[in-house]
């Protein structure tokens, strides 16, 4: 897939992930990860590159392929390749002959049965349908064509059929795949005939190498596009709270077009209705392999919106007495379009985007070894969602044998320590008092003491000794400096921790103490409280004590 280069990075811009959720691409460009690094791009190539893809959960990969198997289009190849069994006559193209059409329909149940209507009285979409199915089947090498000593062409099943119908996860999966990309290439070029129909209004002008160049560029606009669609689905889904993953197609629209910061200008909401309209057909027909689950445009919005402009002087259908537009209830909002990704759908993208190079991980990859495995790999991972990684983990594990492990896990004083110990502190939250006895064992060290004891503290534990005046300022400093490296720098972020630090009335004791603790972060945290403080006078005296710090090392 390309990379996308999403306009709207409003927090919580699609409505599904919940009230104040981030999505990948809301994040700073030095949090972005995938495939720039690998590729040797340049700072001026990194902003069409970069693209940020979220952790997401996955079901079984046995699942997934009854999934696939049960998608309609796709057992209705398997069932004519079987049908095909052990040879049946097409054409010089490959296709059915014209006695098998019907047949091959009736066995998908799309016609009726023989002699229940006049063959003449058969729907034709029904035949159109089976022949869909059988093109597909012989695009996946589900049946093979070759051709006779006689001259006859014949169609024999292929050797991936048995497995498929067996459910053979990796044959179904990748045959399953297979077709998927080929229905998101027809989508395309069917989306970019339709545009080079409306720009053109002349079939001849295919003929000419102008004509080819505005096909060739509508094909790769319409394909730019659905992979950019397809992509903010893939975010919001990752993100949306189990059942929330829907996402009404104006939204998806919204996401593509209005910039960030910006509310929808007249000419903006033109453009998101053009979007709309663009992908209405391609998700459709994505629909059809289970890639989607899709609500198409209701058509007769066009017909109504037709009416409305030729009554002049009477109210618009949706807008108020004001003329302004009205709220409209769920069920008139679906008319406008919604869509789902499915776990199909996810797993698909998710391929696509590993075979172009993108890192595109899952919830608990790094949740497979042991405590310092876990902590060490998600303080260092680019892209990952801690507290999912430590659930991971943390289920069906022994409380007390659990923290023990995690709190060993987090001892040392390398550059990702900090991190460590912050992640341990939220993993003993997510285990609460079970974990007691593990937190207590600590608290005469010296650098999980400070944190042991706030988090006893914190969980209301009777009894808890607190640390020694040295212990607490590591800890000050520890944890100051795990936000750091947590925040990326954000300065926002910042400001409130500073703001929050126990600095005393007189600033320069307090920091002349803090200054000569022995923790590999001293310098870098007083000299973002010199930054960052709203108290000049506490800000001067931490740009000292940063300097102090720096000079004693």
């Known amino acids: 897939m390309a990379a996308r280069r999403r306009r709207n990075a409003g927090p919580s811009a699609a409505g599904t992930p919940g009230e104040g959720a981030v999505l990948p691409a809301d994040l700073e460009l030095q949090d972005l990860y995938g495939a720039f690094a690998a590729h040797g791009l340049d700072d001026e190539d990194l902003d069409d590159a970069a693209v940020l893809v979220p952790p997401v959960r996955l079901p079984a990969e046995t699942e997934l392929a009854a999934l696939a198997k049960a998608v309609p289009m796709f057992d209705w190849a398997l069932r004519l390749a079987r049908w095909a069994a052990p040879h049946r006559a097409v054409d010089e193209f490959g296709d059915l002959t014209a006695p098998d059409r019907l047949p091959a329909a009736r066995l998908l149940g799309l016609a009726p049965g ?8 058969v729907p034709e979409e029904a035949v159109v349908e089976a022949m869909r199915a059988w093109s597909l089947a012989c695009d996946l090498d589900l049946v093979e064509i070759g051709t006779t000593a006689a001259g006859e062409h014949v ?3 292929g050797p991936d059929l048995e497995p498929a119908e067996e459910g053979d996860p990796e044959t179904v999966l990748e045959l399953w795949l297979t077709a998927a990309g080929i229905v998101r290439e027809l989508a395309v070029e069917a989306d970019s005939q339709e545009l080079e129909l409306e720009d053109d209004g002349a079939a001849e002008a295919e003929e000419d190498e102008e004509g080819l160049g505005e096909v060739e560029d509508a094909r790769d606009e319409a394909a730019e596009l659905l992979d950019e669609a397809l992509q903010v689905l893939y975010e919001t889904t990752a993100f949306a709270e189990p059942g929330t993953e829907t996402v009404p197609l104006g939204v998806l629209a919204a996401l593509l077009v209005v910039p960030e910061g910006e509310e929808p200008s007249d000419e903006l909401l033109g453009d998101i209705t053009d979007v709309m309209v663009a992908l209405d057909p391609m998700l459709a027909d994505l629909s059809e392999l289970g890639l989607l689950d899709y609500r198409p445009i209701d058509p007769e919005l066009f017909d109504e919106e037709e009416g409305e402009e030729g009554e002049e002087g009477e109210e618009t259908a949706g807008a108020g007495p004001d003329g302004e537009p009205a709220e409209l209830d769920e069920a008139e909002s679906a008319r406008f379009g919604l869509v ?5 759908g996810q797993y698909g993208i998710r391929q696509w985007l590993l075979e172009d190079g993108y890192d595109a991980p899952l919830v608990g990859e790094l949740a497979g070894g042991d405590a310092a495995e876990l902590l060490r790999g998600v303080s260092e991972a680019a892209n990952v969602l801690p507290e999912e990684e430590l659930k991971v983990w943390l289920d069906g594990r022994e409380p007390v044998a659990a923290a023990r492990e995690l709190l060993a896990a987090a001892r040392g004083n390398d550059a990702y320590a900090p991190m460590r110990r912050m992640l341990c502190h939220s993993a003993l939250t997510l285990l609460g008092a079970p974990a007691e006895p ?3 064992e600590v608290l005469g060290d010296p650098e999980l003491g400070g944190g042991a004891a706030a988090w006893l503290v914190a969980l209301g534990a009777a009894e808890v000794p607190a640390p020694d005046r040295a212990t607490a300022l590591w800890t000050v400093v520890d944890a100051f400096a795990a936000q750091l490296l947590d925040t990326g720098g954000d300065p926002e972020l910042l400001r409130e921790l ?6 005393t009335e007189e600033p320069a004791d307090y920091l ?11 310098a870098d945290v007083l000299e973002a409280v010199g930054e960052m403080h709203p108290d000049r006078a506490v800000a001067k005296e931490a740009r000292k004590a940063a300097f102090k710090a720096r000079s004693k090392g």
């Open 114 to 121: 023989e002699g229940e209507v006049p063959e003449g009285e």
């Open 498 to 503: 500073v703001a929050e630090l126990p600095v």
């Open 155 to 157: 169609a024999v099943p």
């Open 438 to 440: 593990a937190v207590r």
């Open 512 to 522: 002349g103490e803090l200054w000569r603790v022995e923790h590999p972060y001293t």
């Open 340 to 344: 789902r990704l499915t776990p199909l």
